[in-house]
């Protein structure tokens, strides 16, 4: 079965650079979600759309944007990056509306950032 | 406010022997409790999810977890180890107080499997 694509797998950018992450949610899943996992943590909620708009918003800083397309994948935009935000990107993706708390989220296998 | 503690960071058990991770859950609500398995250097697999149906949740690869309102817990649990069991385990809690549904992941339990 298709799973969660993420792409790329890993990205090594220097302070102050932008990085673009990309998502690619299972067929047929119209709700995106967006996971940081810094070194040693558990992953946090940073940001979700369902049919192309902002379903809900966690701790996600002001330099980072997202948005998700008419085909339904997503991009994570980060700007200014900084040494703190190394960490593992997840996407997961999930059918039906954001609020249908029993759908289920797959996850992708991350996109490593790391900020030198 | 929905949250999950897990009550051990490590757990290490022999191959063969049953394993018990803990997790307690806060909600203000009846919650959606979920545990996925991270593998050293992959993402996140679903292991098993508890939606408000039967109590006793089975899994893949023989995991299951009992939702016990009473003691707000969802420890997961499996008869045998196997050394591929090795890697990091996440209680979640799923659903807020809006139109959300945000995962709340616990800070996760290592288990080591010995041979």
């Known amino acids: 079965a298709a799973g969660v694509i993420q792409s790329p797998r890993h990205l090594i950018k220097e302070k102050r650079e932008t990085a673009t992450l990309k998502c690619y949610p299972i067929?047929?899943?119209?709700?995106v979600y967006w996971y940081q996992q810094g070194p040693g943590q558990d992953p946090q909620f940073l940001i979700s759309?369902?049919?192309?708009?902002?379903?809900d918003k966690g701790s996600i800083p002001d330099r980072f944007s997202a948005q998700q397309f008419s085909d339904y994948h997503s991009e994570l935009n980060m700007s200014s990056l900084e040494l703190g935000d190394s960490a593992l990107y997840f996407c997961?993706?999930?059918?039906?509306?954001?609020?249908?708390?029993?759908?289920?989220?797959?996850f992708g296998p991350g996109t490593r950032l790391t900020v030198l | 406010a929905q949250s999950v503690t897990q009550l051990d960071s490590h757990v290490s058990v022999s191959e063969g022997t049953p394993v018990l991770l803990r997790c307690n859950y806060s909600?203000?609500?009846?919650?959606?409790l979920f545990w996925y398995v991270q593998h050293p250097n992959k993402g996140l697999q679903l292991l098993l999810k508890y939606t408000s149906a039967a109590t006793l949740v089975k899994g893949i690869n023989g995991f299951e977890a009992e939702f016990k309102k009473s003691e707000t817990s969802f420890h997961l649990t499996k008869p045998s180890a196997h050394m591929s069991d090795a890697a990091e385990y996440f209680c979640?809690?799923?659903?807020?107080?809006?139109?959300?549904?945000?995962?709340?992941f616990g800070t996760g339990t290592l288990l080591a499997v010995q041979p």
């Open positions: 979640v809690v799923s659903g807020g107080s809006g139109a959300t549904n945000k995962l709340i």
């Open positions: 997961a993706s999930s059918l039906g509306p954001a609020g249908a708390s029993t759908d289920t989220q797959y």
């Open positions: 909600s203000s609500y009846s919650p959606s």
């Open positions: 759309f369902y049919e192309k708009m902002q379903s």
């Open positions: 067929p047929r899943h119209d709700t």
